[in-house]
Structures are given as structure tokens and as C-alpha cells.
């Protein structure tokens, strides 16, 4: 690094995806809960309930993630990941000669000439892949300065950042999904979010288990515990205010994307229609959409995801946004390592807490040496510079510089 005073700009020389392989533990028959989904309005596409095997089996399931590099002509380099493949292929075939030559510290510059070379960028997977450079640029970031991403972005605001427990996955059967939830609550959760299963198409005894979940979940973990809901995308307004009217009464701390997310105006009117908080964000793409949400008053809690909102960059915008509303932001989990550095550069007040998904966190990071770690409900965080990513070549059986053109 140079001096202070005197930061030369690192030429951008190589942007790379590597795919690793291995093998991991994998359990079937049981954590394999579906959640209700826009399509199950069609009979012929809806699954019978789920029930659990009694006899689970256990295999050596191979597996594979997805890592994008990005290295300069000083030998600074960033690596991030796992990213999704149509995320990869973007980054690859159009994102990765622009970069070429482009200096890797200039994050604003950079991110808004990204932004403004493609007529798709605002959304979608164009932006998901704006997402990846931009968090690889930022761990570049931080290993080339030598402190982590939460600092470049201002902080530390707390010595460690409280995660809620989301249980994608577990069983929605009564005695099991009080069990699990007792079980988290032990673990020191303070906050469990859980996906409802059922929804228009089911009819009214879909209706009916939607509610006793609620009711069972809480008589499950009592009432110092927050319980939130997820119905990703697949009911409308009325059913929404129906489940609303029936389950007030257990004080839900949410109910998280209860129709499509181009649908602001059903938003707002579900927000004003019932006391129970209102999420989304995870389908929610950049501060301009989040402004729109925010203006109609149809958003209680904003939840734009790092790894597809635009980045780091963008979600930190993003806060500054909701937080002139006074509306707090928890960010989508679909990974951990960019969310948290975000979270952990905001007030508490703005960013109060982190989303795990408790299963999927278990061998997200199969192929990381120091993954993030839940301990009693908390993340700490890390000292390690830029986001902390290293492989772990014990796990890493093979790997492969991928190519699309």
C-alpha cells in the first residue's frame, strides 16, 4: 500500500469466477418444509402437505459454490461469495471487460458507471451481478487497507450484531414446529421468524392452519419473544387481511412479503388496515423503488438484500433513505457477509438486527475456513480484513476457472 497521502489507483487486471467442489453431510426426509408460492394457486402445482420421514438418511452429497475475484496490477485482490450463477454469467460476459483497467478504489464511480452501462441494470439479475462486484470490491477494499468493510463504511456501532432465527425448512407440524421453536428460544433467540405454508388456493383450511401456527408458536415461546411471518409473494390483499383480523391478537412482529412487490398500493393499504407490522424488500431492488414504498407509507420494515440490491454501496444508501422515514432496515439473509458489515457500520436504530437462516447457514459457507457463526443469537464481528473470506483447501476437492464466451 502506498503511503498515506499518496493512494495510487489499482488498476482492475483480472475478474474471475472460480467454482470449488467437494462433498458435504446432507440429511433427507426431514428440514425440507415448502413455503406457500405465488404458482400454488394452480391445483396441479400445488404440493400435498408435507410431512417429515420417520427415517431420515444421511449421505455424502457433493456440492459446489460459486467465488468471484477480482485482482489488480499491485496484487490487491478481492474474493467474495458464494454468488448466484445468473449473477456469475453477467458479472462474466458483460460486467468483466468494463472492469478491466478501471481503478478499484473508486467505489462511487465505479458502482454508478456500472449502473449507467446497461439499460437492465436497475433490477433483476443484471443488478444481482452489480451486487457481486460491488461486494468484491469492497473486500478488495478492506484487504488493501487492512481493516474490515464495517469500518471503510463507518463503523463499528456495536460489538456484536444480534441475528433473528429464520426457519426456512423446519416442519410446520404443531408438536414440531413448537418444539424447534421452544428449542431456538433456548438458544437465546430473542426474535423466529417462520414460513406460512398455505394460502388462497388451499382454501379455508389452508386459512385455518395459517392461523394455528401462529397460535401454537406462540403458546410455544410465550410472550417475550417475537414471532414473525413470511408468505413470499403468495397471497393478495384480501387474504392478507383476513389472516391479519384472525391473528392480531398473538402480535405478530410482522407479516413479510404478503403479496408481489410491484404491488405498492396493496402495501400501503395492508399497512393501513392492520396493526401488524408490514415487511419487504428482499424483491425490492434499489433506493428508487424503496423510495417509492416508503413515500406511499406501505413499508413498517425494509429488508433489501446486499446481494441483490446494488451491494454494500446500495444498501447503505438505502439506509440513509429509511431512516429519514423513521422505518428501520433488516436485510434480506440470503447470505450473512455483506449484511452484517452493513448492518454493524449503522445505528442500532436504523439496522437493529441480522436475518439466519438457520438451515441453509449450516452449509452455505461449506468451503469458508472462518464462516460467519451464530453464538447465542449474536454475530461477532470479525477482525479479519475485508470480509474475512478464505477457502478451506481441505474442503475444497477440486476447482474451476469458469468461462462463458
Not at 458479472?91 to 471487460?97: D, I, N
Not at 392452519?209 to 414473525?228: H, P, Q, S
Request: charged content about 25%.
Amino acid at each position: 500500500m502506498a503511503a498515506f497521502g499518496q493512494i495510487k489507483p489499482l488498476k482492475i487486471t483480472a475478474v474471475e469466477i472460480w467454482q470449488v467442489l467437494g462433498h458435504r453431510e446432507a440429511v433427507s426426509g426431514v428440514d425440507q418444509q415448502y413455503q406457500v408460492n405465488p404458482l400454488h394457486i394452480y391445483d396441479e402445482l400445488r404440493p400435498r402437505p408435507y410431512a417429515e420421514r420417520p427415517n431420515p438418511t444421511a449421505s455424502n452429497a457433493p456440492t459446489s459454490a460459486l467465488y468471484l475475484r477480482i485482482g489488480t496490477d499491485a496484487d490487491a485482490e478481492g474474493l467474495y461469495g458464494p454468488i448466484d450463477k445468473e449473477a456469475a454469467i453477467v458479472v462474466y460476459e458483460q460486467l468483466r471487460p468494463f472492469l478491466m483497467g478501471k481503478d478499484a478504489l473508486a467505489q462511487e464511480k465505479l458502482w454508478d458507471q456500472l449502473y449507467r452501462s446497461n439499460r437492465h441494470a436497475r433490477r433483476g439479475a443484471y443488478l444481482m451481478a452489480i451486487s457481486a462486484v460491488d461486494n468484491t470490491l469492497w473486500d478488495l477494499r478492506g484487504r488493501y487497507f487492512k481493516t474490515p468493510v464495517y469500518r471503510l463504511l463507518g463503523g463499528p456501532t456495536r460489538a456484536s450484531v444480534e441475528a433473528y432465527a429464520s426457519c426456512l425448512g423446519y416442519s410446520l407440524e404443531p408438536g414440531k414446529a413448537q418444539s424447534r421453536a421452544a428449542a431456538l428460544k433456548k438458544e437465546g433467540y430473542r426474535y423466529q421468524k417462520w414460513f406460512l405454508a398455505y394460502g388462497p388456493g388451499d382454501g379455508p383450511e389452508g386459512m385455518r392452519k395459517n392461523v394455528d401456527l401462529v397460535r401454537i408458536l406462540r403458546e410455544a415461546v410465550g410472550g417475550d419473544t417475537e414471532l414473525m411471518f413470511d408468505a413470499y409473494s403468495g397471497w393478495d390483499l384480501g387474504y392478507t387481511l383476513e389472516w391479519a383480523k384472525q391473528v392480531e391478537t398473538y402480535r405478530p412482529r410482522w407479516i413479510e412479503e404478503a403479496t408481489q412487490a410491484e404491488k405498492i398500493d396493496a402495501y400501503a393499504e395492508l399497512r393501513r388496515g392492520t396493526s401488524i407490522p408490514i415487511a419487504s424488500g428482499e424483491h425490492i431492488q434499489g433506493r428508487w423503488e424503496v423510495y417509492d414504498y416508503l413515500k406511499a407509507g406501505a413499508l413498517s420494515v425494509v429488508q433489501c438484500d446486499p446481494e441483490w440490491c446494488g451491494g454494500a454501496s446500495e444498501l447503505v444508501k438505502i439506509c440513509a433513505l429509511a431512516s429519514v422515514f423513521d422505518v428501520p432496515v433488516i436485510p434480506h439473509g440470503h447470505s450473512i457477509h455483506a449484511a452484517m458489515h452493513v448492518i454493524a457500520s449503522q445505528s442500532p436504530a436504523v439496522c437493529p438486527l441480522a436475518e439466519n437462516l438457520v438451515l441453509k447457514m449450516q452449509s452455505y459457507y461449506h468451503f469458508e475456513k472462518n464462516p460467519p457463526a451464530v453464538k447465542d443469537a449474536h454475530l461477532a464481528l470479525p477482525e479479519a480484513p475485508g470480509f474475512g473470506i478464505e477457502l478451506d483447501d481441505a474442503k475444497v476437492e477440486a476447482r474451476e476457472q469458469l468461462r462463458w464466451n
